[in-house]
């Protein structure tokens, strides 16, 4: 069975610095897709970037990008520029390609310090 | 301007009670799902609607019955509540029912059967 692993409960970052959010997984299936979301105090899971497996080219979405290392199954999130609103639980997320069922990672959640 | 939304947020109920969650997405997407969340933050899969018909039907008690009166809702009946029911209820929505289309969710329902 897959697992998604976030060995960081808590990270912070002052305010126009970056971080970076680790996450790792473990699966035999060689397709799929891994997402970090992004959940605000509202609650509401925000999709951040997606990576599908398949392409070697790191996604990124403006001040968010990703490492994605096949081999070593390991997806980490960075933030360039954090700024205030980037304060947030963010899950990093694998779906398998044969079916709809998601495995979300605990979660880490940022502060972003002023 | 919230993309997929779910009401209500918390529901603390008796065993053998019936209930319902609520879902709505305003991104004009033709799929919606529902998920379990288990303690391990493991997303499996209940139900799946496409253009208002049902897709996917996992293994799921009978208690539950999904209604989906147009393409924008998707909503969750749960009869003759049980302990077990006891979990976080997300609410998905995409553009089409493919796995490579990205799920957005919604914030998610804590249901607590005492």
């Known amino acids: 069975a897959q697992t998604v692993t976030q060995s960081q409960p808590e990270m912070s970052v002052q305010e126009a610095e970056t971080v970076t959010l680790s996450c790792t997984y473990d699966?035999?299936?060689?397709?799929?897709?891994l997402f970090w979301y992004k959940q605000p105090p509202s609650r509401q899971m925000i999709l951040v970037i997606r990576q599908e497996a398949y392409k070697q080219q790191n996604a990124t979405e403006n001040r968010f990008s990703v490492n994605f290392q096949k081999a070593a199954k390991s997806f980490s999130l960075k933030i360039s520029d954090s700024q205030l609103g980037d304060a947030a639980m963010y899950f990093c997320a694998y779906r398998s390609s044969n079916n709809n069922d998601m495995r979300f990672g605990a979660g880490t959640r940022l502060t972003v310090k002023p | 301007d919230t993309a997929v939304s779910q009401t209500p947020k918390y529901l603390v109920t008796q065993m053998g009670n019936d209930k319902s969650i609520k879902c709505e997405q305003n991104?004009?997407?033709?799929?919606m799902y529902w998920y379990k969340q288990d303690s391990k933050k493991f997303l499996k899969i209940m139900f799946s609607y496409n253009n208002k018909e049902l897709i996917i039907n996992e293994t799921v008690p009978n208690r539950f019955s999904p209604k989906s009166p147009d393409k924008a809702h998707l909503n969750l009946h749960i009869n003759s509540l049980e302990l077990g029911d006891s979990a976080v209820y997300f609410c998905?929505?995409?553009?089409?029912?493919?796995?490579?289309?990205?799920?957005?969710f919604g914030p998610g329902t804590r249901l607590l059967v005492l």
């Open positions: 991104l004009g997407h033709d799929t």
């Open positions: 998905a929505s995409s553009q089409d029912p493919r796995p490579a289309k990205t799920q957005y």
């Open positions: 699966t035999s299936e060689s397709d799929y897709y």
